[in-house]
């Protein structure tokens, strides 16, 4: 490969993703994108990262360092990271409950959709008592997937892990009709009203248009920045987690074979795979944690998008 098609797959990429940035649907939180940071790059890796080498992956989004020291700053006072200092140096590492709610969040991030449906919900109702409020209750099962279908009853396909910052709740199990008649049409209507799938489903069209620039370059490409392979990488993740997040992850037999979603996780798990070879290259060569060169990474990284 000759240095000019070198440069011109870069340059290819590098404008995907500029442009990308620039038809984001808000503009990007640096704390936010951090979050982002350690969770798909940093954890595998050990977890510990140097304020400079976050600053430099940050300087590629154009976000200067005095940004990123307010909004690490912020972290901390919420309790989403705590520092190591070392002389003049600062290391960043996740709080083990950020890392608890980072992991959480992988799961649903990194797995691609499950087909089968039992035919079974899960009912869910909080308890009245002291500790948590309910509003926070409530919260947190919609956090976990649950659907509220009125003031006080949550539903989710049967199988969904109940939070712990819930509360005491009680849980019930119902069994649906179309599950002995094997027409879906039942279940499908009960999840169209219980949860917000048309938003979903144009969250994910937005998704695609937003990133198709940058799969169509990577297939162009012979050969790609490895900061800019990293760049998109978690640019993509960032997005992806902002919608999955708000996706009640139902099974597909619940959703349609034309399911939006569908065609936004392979384009992710395209794009991710492809940039995740230089983008690891660039970690191995330019990123420190506490310890010095950030460790191999984790074998949970290379289960990622595989199934």
Same mark, same amino acid.
């Given at each position: 490969?000759?240095?000019r ?9 590098e ?8 038809? &984001? ?22 977890? =510990? ?16 360092? /005095? ?16 520092r190591?200092? +070392?002389? #003049? ?12 709610l =980072? ?27 002291p500790? +948590?409020?309910?509003?926070d209750? #409530? ?13 006080? &009853?949550?539903?989710?396909?049967a /199988?969904?892990?109940?939070? =712990?910052? +819930? ?9 649906? /009709? ?6 879906p ?14 938003? =979903? ?31 998109v990488r ?26 939006? /979603? ?13 940039c ?9 060569t ?7 060169p ?14």
């Open positions: 490969m000759s240095s098609e070198r440069r011109s797959g870069q340059s290819s990429l404008d995907a993703f500029n442009s990308a940035v620039k038809r &984001l649907d808000q503009p990007l939180r640096a704390w936010s994108l951090i979050v982002t940071v350690f969770g798909d790059a940093v954890a595998p890796r050990g977890g =510990s990262l140097w304020l400079g080498t976050l600053n430099e992956i940050m300087g590629a989004f154009g976000i200067g360092e /005095g940004v990123v020291r307010t909004a690490m700053s912020r972290l901390a006072a919420d309790g989403w990271v705590e190591d200092r +070392t002389g #003049r140096n600062s290391y960043y590492r996740l709080t083990p409950k950020a890392m608890a =980072s992991e959480a969040a992988a799961v649903r991030i990194y797995r691609l959709p499950q087909r089968g449906w039992s035919g079974t919900w899960s009912l869910a109702v909080p308890a009245e008592g500790g +948590t409020r309910v509003a209750r #409530r919260a947190a099962l919609r956090r976990a997937g649950f659907a509220q279908l009125n003031a006080g &009853l949550f539903i989710a396909p /199988g969904r892990n109940v939070p =712990s910052e +819930t509360g005491r709740v009680f849980m019930f199990s119902a069994r649906s /009709g179309s599950a002995k008649s094997d027409d049409e039942q279940d499908r209507e009960i999840a169209r009203s219980a949860w917000k799938l048309d938003e =979903s489903a144009d969250a994910y069209r937005s998704f695609c248009n937003l990133f198709a620039p940058a799969a169509s370059a990577l297939a162009r490409s012979r050969g790609v920045s490895d900061l800019t392979a990293l760049a978690l640019l993509l993740v960032h997005e992806l987690r902002r919608i999955v997040l708000r996706d009640p992850g139902l099974p597909l037999d619940l959703l349609g074979s034309d399911w939006a /979603g569908l065609e936004a996780r392979a384009l992710a798990q395209r794009i991710w795979l492809a995740l070879k230089p983008s690891e290259r660039w970690l191995d330019h990123a420190s944690g506490f310890d010095g950030l460790p191999p990474a984790s074998a949970e990284l290379l289960r990622r998008f595989r199934g």
